[in-house]
């Protein structure tokens, strides 16, 4: 039986090849290091209608960056944290997020007063924060707002009613969160562009309320030409359930958060009876839009079929699904430009970002990092169940 050789030089050449497949492993395991976003959102409690399809947005394009390639290698980590719509625990876990996790960047949440109770978590830790919350406010250093704000979600249905509906007598009726609180501001701002238009009556209500039956009767007695709405879906369900009983006959404008599955639950009969209108993102009605649009083709249809790989082909997409795919693009975006994750650089390029997105056109500078420059949105109207459009606006 012949002897096995051995050679020093063949064991040299062993030991070399191994040393390269161990560099070449240790490399990838360096390259393959995820990138961890943290993202805070309302899954559960009052606000749960609109984070829980946040997540799985977030979930369903995370996945698909990752499958093909994530950045350079690197895969996205998503931390979702549940805020159980409190701004208390918001800030709880967007702490637990920066200081333990230590994520490099944040995004959410799903309700007003968690988002302004977090920039101050942003600012004082210096990550940059990719808010959704429909917030107003002044400059922040590490604050990018990716989706439209109060102001413009106001500012449309006041010019929606004005100039369209020809209103001139406007009543208001706002929860008390911050979102009503501060669309109330911007009605009171907004107002004064039309010298013949004024709000004849401003009604609030809290949004744990079951009734707003004594708000409804002031506003009834006033006889204004339109009613503008600023709250949530459930509590916007209340109003159109006690509308009815009241035998309201004022036409009404609703707002975006008013959309979703909750309210067409309660409300959803009362409103396609009285022919509100909602001021919506163009996702809402975007199957019904021609599929030769541009935007459909380049962000609505791939969406939609993200969502139903991961989700089954039954999901259908909504408006909060929307926001969670401009904030998440536009943190990739981020990263893309930055090519790394340090918390700095990314801060830095996205004060570069130009985006054409789902909900409109995204432009941060360094002076304003309010975003959205143009929004694509749509007055749409329920017939059958479900939103049609009746005017698409920016696309």
């Given amino acids: ?65 990752n499958k093909k390639g994530g950045l350079t290698g690197r895969p996205i980590q998503l931390y979702i944290e549940d805020d159980q719509s409190n701004p208390t625990n918001g800030v709880v876990a967007a702490t637990k997020l920066v200081k333990d996790v230590k994520v490099a960047i944040l995004m959410g949440p799903t309700i007003t007063d968690t988002g302004m109770a977090m920039i101050s978590i942003a600012e004082q830790e210096q990550v940059p924060f990719a808010i959704t919350g429909p917030v107003i406010i002044p400059l922040k250093k590490w604050v990018f707002q990716v989706t439209p704000s109060d102001s413009l979600n106001l500012a449309y249905m006041l010019e929606y009613a004005v100039n369209h509906m020809k209103a001139k007598r406007i009543a208001v009726l706002h929860d008390t969160a911050m979102f009503g609180n501060t669309g109330w501001k911007v009605v009171q701002s907004e107002i004064k562009r039309y010298p013949d238009a004024s709000v004849v009556i401003e009604e609030k209500f809290d949004v744990a309320d079951t009734s707003v039956i004594p708000q409804l009767t002031k506003i009834k007695a006033a006889n204004p030409d339109v009613m503008l709405i600023q709250s949530t879906g459930a509590s916007s369900g209340v109003i159109a359930k006690n ?21 067409f639950q309660i409300g959803g009969a009362i409103a396609e009876e009285s022919k509100w209108v909602f001021l919506t993102a163009m996702a ?44 998440i693009r536009v943190v990739l975006e981020a990263l893309k430009v930055a090519g790394t994750d340090s918390r700095a650089a990314v801060r830095d390029a ?34 059958n169940g479900a939103f049609t459009p009746v005017e698409l606006m920016g696309n």
């Fill in 1 to 65: 039986m012949k002897k096995p050789i051995c050679s020093a030089k063949m064991m040299v050449s062993v030991f070399l090849i191994l040393s390269l497949l161990f560099i070449a492993t240790g490399k990838h395991a360096i390259a393959a290091e995820p990138i961890k976003v943290g993202v805070v959102l309302s899954v559960t409690g009052w606000g749960g209608m609109i984070g829980t399809p946040m997540k799985e947005a977030f979930i369903a394009l995370a996945d698909d960056f």
């Fill in 243 to 263: 509308y009815k009983q009241l035998g309201m006959k004022i036409p009404v404008v609703a707002p975006p958060s008013a959309g979703t599955p909750e309210f």
């Fill in 284 to 327: 809402t009605v975007g199957e019904q839009i021609p599929p030769s649009d541009w935007w459909r083709k380049t962000h609505y249809d791939p969406f939609v079929k993200i969502m139903q790989e991961k989700y089954g082909e039954s999901k259908r997409v909504m408006i909060f699904h929307a926001v969670a795919y401009d904030d």
């Fill in 350 to 383: 996205f004060e570069k970002i130009r985006y054409v997105g789902m909900n409109g056109t995204i432009a941060f500078t360094p002076d304003d990092h309010r975003g959205i420059t143009k929004w694509f949105g749509a007055a749409a109207a329920i017939k």
